[in-house]
């Protein structure tokens, strides 16, 4: 059986079905389909069985909310307490955490069933989960090609049916990126509205975790459950967090969205181009005012993302030392073990981030590279800020391609770095971001990103569910 949130709830309050029977049905097809798609690191039978119990009995209790008894699989940066978190890195294969997440722990109370942690990119340093130093996760669209990344496996264990729903992390496009590759809607929250704690840190002024679901009313409803403030993220926002599931109207009349002339660059498919024309016909279809606008700081986005995201990892990741905890060599000496270590438990990726953000933060070279990204960041945001008092939202592709073959871009870590050119700029002004399904070519999916002013998700949702309800991308499933 494979459903949405909304008709498992369904289900399960009318008691159509248990979520112990819901969660062996996910089980089996995880059996089922993970040898051709390889999107979990780790299978969680025994504590979902459990957790299913219990969801059970809230249901019987008539305690249970819209998310009681739904499988979901969370992505393996976010620490699950007694269940292996990896970060897909050698550095932490066996590394089990003491606490849950903030989001795991919201998850938890809302009574869902985790029944896996997803495939990555190594601390999510990545656009197709190639960069994994367990496996590659493959596109079931067509599983010689990658499912984007760095958040992979959640993607597809969604569109697969692995579970109902996944949570993901975001910090340069790693929720929406492998969204629109694999055909589901996937949602960058505003900077600060969800709790980063418990998440392994990559970017920390960058890093977002959102849901990723089968459709835009799953996404509000998932999103309600992990929104809000923590007093142990001090970077979170006590912002009241509204029913997300209440602003979604199938008419976009009044709305004024503004289609910025740098997204639609030089170098994007045909494909692509193709299919935001009709999806942008959709919108004004539905109501909208549509004018073109111009964001003209776009074109530096790249190489600021390319400065401050590794100098805030390099930082993030000295904690790897072999002492605290994760994988440890012993060497002779202190040094031995250190560089041994690290040498040994980082894969080439994280090793080139630790070095660019570490020459970017040297003595000399601080001012020429982080305090210039530093403006240029402030600049972008600005230009945010403006289009925001003309536009309620900006409509952009969420990828100038379609997905790639897995191999194609390996080699050449710049053509990677690319492909996430649409995406950075949002986590750079700390604006939210969603990716909803808008067609295809030769059976490949497209992804088109809707961006809304800081804390303006409800807006965000709105244009989702209004396109997505005019149009059947969302229901077409991968053939696997
Ligand atoms: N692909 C981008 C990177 O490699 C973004 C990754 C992410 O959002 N975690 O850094």
């Known amino acids: 059986m494979q459903v949405t949130i909304q008709e498992a709830s369904r289900l399960l309050r009318e008691k159509k079905i248990s979520s112990v029977e819901l969660t062996k049905d996910y089980l089996e097809r995880i059996r089922q389909v993970e040898s051709k798609v390889r999107a979990l690191v780790t299978v969680t039978d025994e504590p979902a069985l459990e957790q299913a119990r219990k969801a059970d009995e809230l249901i019987a209790s008539g305690k249970a909310g819209a998310l009681t008894g739904v499988p ?33 722990e919201k998850v938890n109370a809302q009574g869902m069933v985790t029944v896996g942690k997803t495939n990555l990119d190594e601390f999510a340093m990545g656009s197709s989960t190639e960069n994994s130093a367990l496996f590659v996760t493959r596109n079931p669209w067509d599983v010689s090609r990658v499912p984007g990344g760095s958040s992979g496996g959640s993607a597809v264990a969604v569109v697969v049916g692995e579970a109902v729903c996944a949570l993901g992390s975001d910090t340069g496009g790693s929720i929406r990126q492998p969204a629109g590759f694999c055909s589901v809607v996937g949602l960058k929250p505003t900077y600060g509205r969800v709790s980063r704690y418990g998440l392994v840190a990559f970017a920390s002024s960058l890093d977002q975790i959102g849901p990723l679901t089968q459709d835009v009313t799953d996404c509000a409803l998932l999103f309600n459950a992990i929104a809000g403030h923590d007093k142990r993220d001090s970077t979170s926002v006590p912002e009241p967090v509204p029913d997300y599931t ?20 030089e170098g994007m498919q045909p494909e692509v181009t193709a299919a ?19 964001l003209p700081s776009t074109p530096y986005a790249l190489a600021v993302y390319y400065i401050i995201a590794p100098s805030e990892a390099s930082a993030n990741l000295a904690r790897y030392d072999g002492v605290k905890y994760g994988y440890s060599y012993a060497g002779d000496s202190m040094w ?54 003309k536009y309620d939202a900006l409509i952009t592709p969420t990828s100038p391609t379609v997905p790639f073959k897995i191999g194609e871009k390996t ?5 990677m770095y690319l492909s996430d050119v649409c995406t950075l700029p949002i986590n750079i002004a700390g604006v939210p971001g969603i990716s909803v399904p808008a067609g295809f070519a030769d059976g490949l999916p497209i992804g ?7 804390f303006g998700e409800e807006t965000l949702l709105r244009v989702a569910y209004a396109f997505e309800q005019a149009t059947d991308w969302h229901k077409r499933k991968a053939g696997i």
């Open 336 to 389: 031995e073990s250190m560089e041994k270590t690290r040498g040994n438990g980082f894969g080439p990726e994280v090793k080139r981030r630790i070095m660019l953000g570490t020459y970017a933060l040297s003595a000399g070279y601080y001012d020429a590279w982080y305090v210039k990204a530093q403006k240029v960041r402030t600049l972008i945001r600005r230009e945010f800020d403006a289009a925001f008092e």
């Open 246 to 265: 209440k602003c979604l109207k199938t008419d976009l009349k009044g709305m004024r969205l503004g289609v910025p002339k740098e997204y639609y660059v």
């Open 72 to 104: 979901i699989v969370i992505k393996d940066n976010m620490c699950t307490r007694g269940i292996k978190t990896t970060c897909s890195s050698k550095m932490l294969e066996n590394f089990v955490p003491p606490y849950d997440a903030s989001v795991v």
């Open 411 to 415: 080699d050449d870590p710049l053509a």
């Open 276 to 294: 935001m024309k009709s999806a942008l016909g959709k919108l004004e279809e539905l109501g909208a005012e549509l004018e073109e606008t111009s």
């Open 448 to 454: 088109m990103q809707i961006i809304g002013r800081h």
